[in-house]
T-cell receptor, first 109, second 113 residues
């Protein structure tokens, strides 16, 4: 079966750091993706991890532990525009993506 | 710029009518495209995998006769919602793999009255 868990909502302060966790149990694994989605818009690609460890890309970093079925997205120097839904998705063979329910991040000033 | 184009962005139609949504890969060829549906405040749910030149593969619980998928060329896949009903109102998004990434179209908000 497929099971992807991430917190429903999080709130953080502008300028702070926030970590969004994701745990997964899937029948196949071909990478872990993070997407950002603003209301009414399509998801925007943020990061991709296929090997264990940390991938850093500007203010955004993503970590993966395949043995633990665990990933997190780290957002630094939060800005108001970072308020959005963050989707954790597991890639399955055949290029299919299975999405978690998403974490709504609210950044307050 | 966008590498996957999806049209229309918004459709309002009467119950019982059919609606066609197009998904185009703009600067790469996509033998496989994916169609997702997203209800308000929920995540994306894969509906079907569109395969160029062959039949689409539908996920469990998705009616293939209601959601017709055609992938006639390497750059175009279409999803037709036949005899749409209010419960079909949703955000439909296509995606295609290119340059080792999965790109999404801009989505289509379907509202059935």
């Amino acid at each position: 079966g497929q099971n992807i868990d991430q917190p429903t909502e999080m709130t953080a302060t502008e300028g702070a750091i926030v970590q969004i966790n994701c745990t997964y149990q899937t029948s196949g694994f071909n990478g872990l993706f993070w997407y950002q989605q603003h209301a009414g818009e399509a998801p925007t690609f943020l990061s991709y991890n296929v090997l264990d460890g940390l991938e850093e890309k500007g203010r955004f970093s993503s970590f993966l532990s395949r043995s633990k079925g665990y990933s997190y997205l780290l957002l630094k120097e939060l800005q108001m525009k970072d308020s959005a839904s963050y989707l954790c998705a597991v890639g399955e063979y055949g290029n299919k993506l299975v999405f978690g329910a998403g974490t709504i991040l609210r950044v307050k000033s | 710029g966008a590498v996957v184009s999806q049209h229309p962005s918004r459709v309002i139609c009467k119950s019982g009518t059919s609606v066609k949504i197009e998904c185009r890969s703009l600067d790469f060829q996509a033998t496989t495209m994916f169609w997702y549906r997203q209800f308000p405040k929920q995540s994306l749910m894969l509906m079907a995998t569109s395969n160029e030149g062959s039949k689409a593969t539908y996920e469990q619980g998705v009616e293939k006769d209601k959601f017709l998928i055609n992938h006639a060329s390497l750059t175009l896949s279409t999803l037709t919602v036949t005899s749409a009903h209010p419960e079909d109102s949703s955000f439909y998004i296509c995606s295609a793999r290119g340059y080792e990434k999965l790109f999404f179209g801009s989505g289509t908000q379907l509202s059935v009255l």
